[in-house]
């Protein structure tokens, strides 16, 4: 099922059972809609991919402070941004510890184009455990 994300530039296809929204910033695909605007704690089972897009001017603003001699053009270097920006501090609220890193950043391709690709894994208070995936893709401009 084509979904299109005019907000972001986005234009995806997804499983015909599955629910796609644009909230809080992203495009969420949920196999559950109940999973969207829900704290992980809520979330027993389930899939969620959440997809964000940026130019590469912005995330040349915002690389330098967390990956110093990162690039916005390197997909490598924004994986390790965000993952250092979402997962790489003690969790507050609901998550009672932080993500880890499941090895190191890879170099991977989604279709045609390069991506940067790392694996996280955590534990919430109650010790549902959870993890999953974080890739980046470069391209031109998102319109």
Do not use: C
């Not at 495009?27 to 559950?32: A, I, P, Q």
């Not at 053009?73 to 941004?81: E, L, T």
């Not at 979402?86 to 090895?103: C, D, H, I, K, S």
């Amino acid at each position: 099922m084509l979904f299109e994300d005019t907000i972001q530039g986005l234009h995806l296809y997804h499983p015909a059972d599955w629910t796609a929204e644009v909230e809080r910033g992203g495009t969420y695909l949920v196999s559950d809609p109940a999973m969207i605007g829900e704290a992980p704690t809520s979330i027993q089972s389930g899939a969620m991919v959440v997809l964000f897009a940026s130019s590469v001017a912005e995330m040349n603003e915002m690389i330098p402070s967390l990956v110093p001699d990162g690039a916005a053009d390197n997909p490598q270097d924004v994986v390790r941004f965000f993952g250092q920006t979402m997962f790489g501090n003690p969790g507050e609220g609901a998550l009672a510890n932080p993500m880890q890193a499941v090895g190191e950043v890879g170099a991977t391709t989604l279709g045609e184009y390069p991506a940067g690709q790392q694996a996280y894994v955590g534990t919430t208070k109650e010790g549902v455990a959870f993890g999953g995936d974080v890739y980046a893709v470069v391209v031109g401009s998102r319109w």
